[in-house]
C-alpha cells in the first residue's frame, strides 16, 4: 500500500504540474496578445508596448511559465484584467458559493440514487423497476441549465416559494438565507447527477443479483438481506466509489453551468464573465483550480476503491493489462 | 430488429430530429432573421408556434436549431474519432515507454473536463460552430483515444494475431484486416453514447452564450433568450429543451441497440 501510496501521488504531482503546463501553453497558443484586453481600440504603439510590459507578455514564453508557477505555488494567480483585484482572493470568495453548492448536490445525488438503483434492479421485472429505469434513461438525456429553468418557474415564479437566484451579500452570515439560495441549484444538479448514478448503481446492483456467491449463501440458508449485507453490499460497492468520484467531478463542473441559470456568484460564473472580457488571469486561475480539483478527487477516489477492494492490493505491480 | 422495441423507438426520435433538420435545408416557414412576427405573438395565426421576444417565428428558429445540434453533434464526433483512433491505434501498438508516455498524456487531458476545454477554446477562438465542433471534438478525442488504446491491447493479445504475423502478414494489414474489424462495434457504441454528450455540451455552452450566434442559433440559446419571458410565452422556454431531450434518448437508445448487436451474450440475457 505504501509504495502504491508513493507511486499515485508522484502520478498526481506530475499531472498537476502537466496539466498547468498544458493550460499555459493552451492560453498561449491563443491568437492576439492578451494585453490586447487592455487595450482600447486604436491604441497606440507605446500604449502597447507598455500593456505588454504590465503584464509581462513581452518576456520570453518559458520566463513567464516559470514566474506563472512559482506564483501557483505561493497561491498567487495573478491579477485581474478588469477589476485590477488579485484572482486567488477572488477565488477563494467565489469557492464559499461552489463548494457548499458541489458538496450539497453530491450528497443529495447519492441519496437518491443509492435506493433507487437499487430497487430498480431489485425489482427490475415489476412496473415501478421499469418506470424508475425508464426516468433515469431520461434523466441523463436532459440538459441541468433546462431543468434549473423549469424549476425556477414553477417554484420561484409560479409558487413563490423559494428566491429566483442571487446569494446573500454577507455569504454564510444568515446560514437559513444562504441555504434558501442554494435550495433550488441543489435540486437542480443532485437530479441530473443521480439519473447517471442510478444506471450505475442499477448495473452493480443486477452483477451482484446474478452472481454465483449470492445464489450459494441463499442455498446454504442465508436470509435475502443477510446474503445482501454480508456478499452483496461490499461488492456492488466497488463499481460504485469508482464512479462517486467521478460523479463529484461532474457535479463540481456541472455548477459552472447551473450557476448562470441561478445567477450565483460562483466559480462558474466567474469563468463566464473572464471569457466575455477576455480576462486571462482570471480564466487561467479559475481553470487551474478546477483542474487540479477534478485531479485531486480522482486521487481520492483510487485510494478509497483500493481501501475497499482487497483484490487491487493484491496486484500491485501487476502486469499490464 | 423485432423484439428490440428500444431501438425502434431510438430510431423514431432521433429521425424525427433528422428529418426536421433535412427539411431546414431546403425549406423554412420564414427567414431566421425574419422579425416581422410582432413581439411574443401567440401560437396560431401565421406562426404555427408564436414568436420569441424578437418576433422571431419560433418554429424556423428550432428547426435551424436542429441542424445546429446535428451539425455540431456529428461534426465533433467525426473530428473525436478520427484523432481519437488515431491515437489510440499508435499508443495500442506502441513501445512500453511510448506507450506510458501517451498515456499519462491521455489521463491528464481526460481530466480537463469536456466542458472546461471547450470553454478554453471558444475563449481563445471566438463563439461560432467551427469553434464548438472544434472544442467538443478535442475534448472528445483522449476519451476515444483511451478507449481505442484498451481495445488494441486486448485484439494484440489474441493468438490469432500472433498466428497472423508469424504467417508473415504485415502490420498495416493486421490492422486493417483484424484489430479494426474486432474493434469498431465497441467503438460504435460508444462514439454514439459521445454523441448524446456532445448535443448536451453544445447546448450548454450555447446557453452560456459560447455557442454559435444567432440568427442561426441553438437551442441552448433559444432557451437562454427564453429565460426572461418563460411566464408570458413558455412554449419558447419549453419547445427546444424537448427536442433537446428527443434527440439526446433516441441517441441514447440507438447506442443500446448497438450495442445488443455488437455483444450477442446481452441479446440473450435480456
Not at chain 1, 63 to 74: D, I, P, V
Amino acid at each position: 500500500m505504501a509504495r502504491y501510496l508513493l507511486r499515485r501521488t508522484a502520478f498526481l504531482l506530475g499531472s498537476l504540474l502537466a496539466a498547468a503546463a498544458l493550460l499555459f501553453v493552451l492560453l498561449r497558443l491563443l491568437p492576439g496578445d492578451p494585453a490586447n484586453a487592455l487595450l482600447s481600440v486604436g491604441a497606440t504603439p507605446e500604449q502597447i508596448a507598455a500593456a505588454r510590459r504590465q503584464i509581462g507578455s513581452d518576456l520570453p514564453l518559458l520566463e513567464q511559465f516559470g514566474s506563472w508557477l512559482a506564483g501557483l505555488a505561493r497561491l498567487d494567480l495573478g491579477t485581474s484584467f478588469v477589476s485590477r483585484l488579485p484572482v486567488g482572493p477572488e477565488i477563494a470568495a467565489r469557492l464559499v458559493v461552489t463548494v457548499p453548492l458541489t458538496l450539497l448536490a453530491f450528497a443529495l445525488a447519492v441519496v437518491i440514487a443509492l435506493p433507487v438503483g437499487f430497487v430498480a434492479a431489485w425489482r427490475s421485472d415489476r412496473w415501478y423497476g421499469l418506470v424508475l429505469n425508464g426516468v433515469s434513461q431520461l434523466g441523463i438525456a436532459v440538459p441541468a441549465f433546462w431543468i434549473g429553468m423549469l424549476l425556477v418557474t414553477v417554484f420561484a415564479l409560479r409558487l413563490r416559494l423559494l428566491p429566483a437566484g442571487g446569494f446573500p451579500r454577507d455569504d454564510w452570515a444568515e446560514p437559513g438565507r444562504a441555504l434558501t439560495s442554494l435550495a433550488l441549484p441543489v435540486v437542480t444538479i443532485a437530479l441530473v447527477m443521480s439519473a447517471s448514478l442510478i444506471r450505475y448503481v442499477r448495473s452493480a446492483t443486477l452483477d451482484v443479483l446474478g452472481s454465483d456467491y449470492l445464489r450459494t449463501a441463499r442455498a446454504l440458508g442465508s436470509s435475502f438481506a443477510g446474503a445482501m449485507w454480508r456478499h452483496g453490499l461490499r461488492n456492488a460497492a466497488v463499481p460504485v466509489v469508482s464512479i462517486l468520484g467521478i460523479e463529484l467531478a461532474t457535479t463540481f463542473l456541472g455548477a459552472v453551468v447551473v450557476e448562470s441559470v441561478f445567477t450565483l456568484p460562483g466559480l462558474g460564473t466567474m469563468l463566464v464573465e473572464g471569457i466575455a472580457e477576455h480576462d486571462y488571469p482570471v480564466i487561467q486561475g479559475v481553470l487551474v483550480v478546477s483542474t487540479f480539483a477534478v485531479l485531486v478527487i480522482g486521487f481520492a477516489a483510487d485510494l478509497v476503491q483500493r481501501l475497499i477492494d482487497p483484490r487491487l492490493r493484491a496486484h500491485v505491480g501487476g502486469g499490464r493489462p | 430488429m423485432r423484439g428490440r422495441p428500444a431501438f425502434v423507438i431510438g430510431c423514431v426520435l432521433a429521425g424525427l430530429i433528422l428529418a426536421m433538420a433535412a427539411v431546414s435545408l431546403v425549406w423554412l416557414p420564414y427567414d431566421p432573421s425574419d422579425t416581422t412576427g410582432g413581439r411574443l405573438a401567440p401560437p396560431g395565426g401565421g406562426h404555427l408556434l408564436g414568436t420569441d421576444k424578437l418576433g422571431r417565428d419560433l418554429l424556423t428558429q428550432l428547426m435551424v436549431g436542429a441542424r445546429i445540434a446535428l451539425t455540431v453533434g456529428i461534426g465533433s464526433v467525426l473530428l473525436g474519432a478520427v484523432l481519437g483512433v488515431t491515437a489510440g491505434l499508435l499508443a495500442g501498438f506502441a513501445s512500453d515507454w511510448l506507450d506510458d508516455a501517451l498515456s499519462a498524456a491521455l489521463d491528464i487531458l481526460i481530466a480537463f473536463p469536456t466542458l472546461l476545454l471547450a470553454m478554453l477554446v471558444v475563449a481563445a477562438r471566438e463563439a461560432s460552430l467551427g469553434s464548438a465542433v472544434l472544442a467538443i471534438g478535442l475534448a472528445m478525442s483522449a476519451i476515444v483515444a483511451r478507449l481505442t488504446r484498451v481495445l488494441v491491447k486486448r485484439v494484440l493479445a489474441q493468438d490469432y494475431i500472433t498466428a497472423a504475423r508469424t504467417s508473415g502478414t504485415s502490420w498495416p494489414r493486421v490492422v486493417i484486416e483484424h484489430v479494426l474489424p474486432n474493434i469498431w462495434p465497441t467503438l460504435l457504441v460508444n462514439l454514439s453514447l459521445q454523441l448524446g454528450l456532445a448535443v448536451l455540451a453544445e447546448a450548454s455552452l450555447s446557453y452560456l452564450g459560447l455557442g454559435p450566434p444567432p440568427p442561426n442559433a441553438s437551442w441552448g440559446r433559444l432557451l437562454q433568450e427564453a429565460q426572461a419571458t418563460v411566464l408570458t410565452a413558455p412554449l419558447g422556454a419549453v419547445a427546444p429543451g424537448v427536442l433537446l431531450v428527443v434527440l439526446v434518448v433516441g441517441v441514447n437508445l440507438l447506442a443500446d441497440g448497438f450495442r445488443d448487436l455488437a455483444d450477442p451474450t446481452r441479446r440473450r440475457s435480456r
